[in-house]
């Protein structure tokens, strides 16, 4: 679970499936903090909102009942008409929102729902909404960007190292001058990987010498 601030506000985001999904009751307590189940069952009481989600599921989910979306269609709007997320989930078999229970629990929606619940309860904290989730998502793919080189430092170390053995080392060398060889390879690797000698990035990270020595540990 990844949490983003908008406007003083935690917005939790989870992910189903390869899906992101938001957190719209977190959402719904900028506009009330203590009721936020009611802002998001006045929001599904709405016409627009429930042929919202009906649309978003007839593309999404083959699963999904389209006779008892039409049923609650003709109903959205009037007096008498009353809608919870547990009601729509159940009858229509949605998948673009989801009821969670426990310490983290309240209602999810897909990030393409949550961004028109977001616009529901302020446009203005909609706008500051996106500007926080494109930042998480930034931020991941920059996480992932660092993990793929990772991965493949780790695998050409061994095939590197695999290959000096082979090729760079006579037998008649001691181990001390046998490690001077498998240092000068690795900075070659590093170089080309990272940009940076091993001795360079802690020249330029005098703070971080515990991580770099955590990356040694993965790599080896």
Do not use: C
């Not at 069952?41 to 389209?66: A, M, Q, S, V, Y």
């Not at 709007?77 to 729509?88: D, I």
């Not at 302020?122 to 793929?148: C, H, M, N, P």
């Amino acid at each position: 679970m990844a949490k983003i601030n908008v406007k003083d506000n935690e917005i939790a985001v989870i992910t189903l499936d390869n899906n992101d999904y938001v957190s719209i009751t977190d959402i719904a307590k900028f506009k009330n903090a203590f009721g936020a189940d009611d802002v998001i069952k006045n929001w599904l009481r709405n016409r627009n909102t429930i042929e919202l989600l009906g649309l978003w599921e007839i593309l999404h989910n083959p699963d999904f009942k389209p006779v008892e979306f039409d049923g609650f269609r003709k109903e959205a709007g009037l007096n008498s008409f009353v809608m919870t997320p547990k009601r729509w989930i159940e009858t229509t078999n949605a998948i673009g929102i989801v009821s969670k229970s426990g310490r983290y629990g309240g209602t999810f929606a897909h990030k393409d729902i949550a961004f028109e619940f977001a616009s529901w309860v302020s446009v203005e904290f909609k706008l500051y909404f996106i500007k926080e989730y494109q930042r998480l998502k930034d931020d991941e793919q920059k996480q992932l960007g660092w993990t793929a080189k990772r991965e493949l430092a780790k695998l050409n170390y061994h095939i590197h190292t695999d290959a000096i053995k082979n090729n760079l080392i006579p037998i008649e060398l001691n181990v001390q001058q046998t490690s001077i060889i498998y240092a000068s390879e690795a900075d070659v690797l590093n170089v080309a990987l990272f940009g940076l000698t091993a001795k360079q990035w802690r020249e330029q990270n005098p703070d971080l010498k515990a991580i770099f020595v955590i990356m040694l540990l993965l790599i080896n």
